[in-house]
Each structure stands twice: as structure tokens, then as C-alpha cells.
């Protein structure tokens, strides 16, 4: 499957963002998604997965309440909501795809390229 991330850019704090990953190649429905990023100087972390129904979402501590993972398979899209951002949400971020949602934060298989999301202070 082919992943294609788009939606970045440069926002202020407290601003909201929404970014989307567009796949193609195989059925959507197939996979369990997610998004990651990856700060200047970082290591790359998870962020957020959704089941491959969307019925199950998990998140890291750092954006719960934040942040939200929702699928449209139909349209082969994933979007991420980001709200009330905050500058070291400052990141490139990715989409990836797993088989299912257990194994999205630790074991994806196809990754998208980056976005790059930037927030000033």
C-alpha cells in the first residue's frame, strides 16, 4: 500500500491542524493505521492508531485530549486533528499502516513520507 501525507505547515500555539494521509494500492480497510512523528534530534514516537473499522483508537499520553485519529475508508483517507497545538508538537510527521492495531505502535509496514508540522510560540 502507498502512503501519501499531507495537511502541515506553520501554525501559532493553541492553534488546530488537520493533517491526511491518502492511501492507495489495497483496500484501506485492510490495514490498522497511525501516525508518527519526528522532532530535529529525536527519535521517531507514536502518536496515534485507529483499528482497521476505526472502532478502536489508541494515543500517546502526550496528545490525548488533543489529538484525534479517524478513518474514512470509503476514501481511503486517514486524518489526524490536532488541536490546542503546542510548539514541541513541532514535528515531521507520518502516516503507516500495520495489520492490525496491536502491533501499529511497534511494528508498522508501509510508512508514508513526512509532513512537516511547525508551531510557534
Known amino acids: 500500500v502507498q502512503l501519501q501525507a499531507s495537511g502541515g505547515g506553520l501554525v501559532q500555539a493553541g492553534d488546530s491542524l488537520r493533517l491526511s494521509c491518502a492511501a492507495s494500492?489495497?483496500?484501506?480497510?485492510?490495514?490498522?493505521m497511525g501516525w508518527f512523528r519526528q522532532a530535529p534530534g529525536k527519535e521517531r514516537e507514536f502518536v496515534a492508531g485507529?483499528?482497521?473499522?476505526?472502532?478502536?483508537?489508541k494515543y500517546a499520553d502526550s496528545v490525548k485530549g488533543r489529538f484525534t485519529i479517524s478513518r474514512d475508508n470509503p476514501k481511503t483517507t486517514v486524518y489526524l486533528q490536532m488541536n490546542s497545538l503546542k510548539p514541541e508538537d513541532t514535528a515531521n510527521y507520518y502516516c503507516?499502516?500495520?495489520?492490525?492495531?496491536?502491533?501499529?505502535?511497534?511494528?508498522?509496514?508501509?510508512w508514508g513520507q513526512g509532513t512537516l508540522v511547525t508551531v510557534s510560540s
Open positions: 494500492g489495497r483496500n484501506l480497510s485492510t490495514y490498522a
Open positions: 503507516a499502516a500495520a495489520s492490525t492495531i496491536f502491533v501499529i505502535d511497534t511494528r508498522p509496514q508501509y
Open positions: 485507529t483499528s482497521r473499522s476505526g472502532l478502536s483508537t
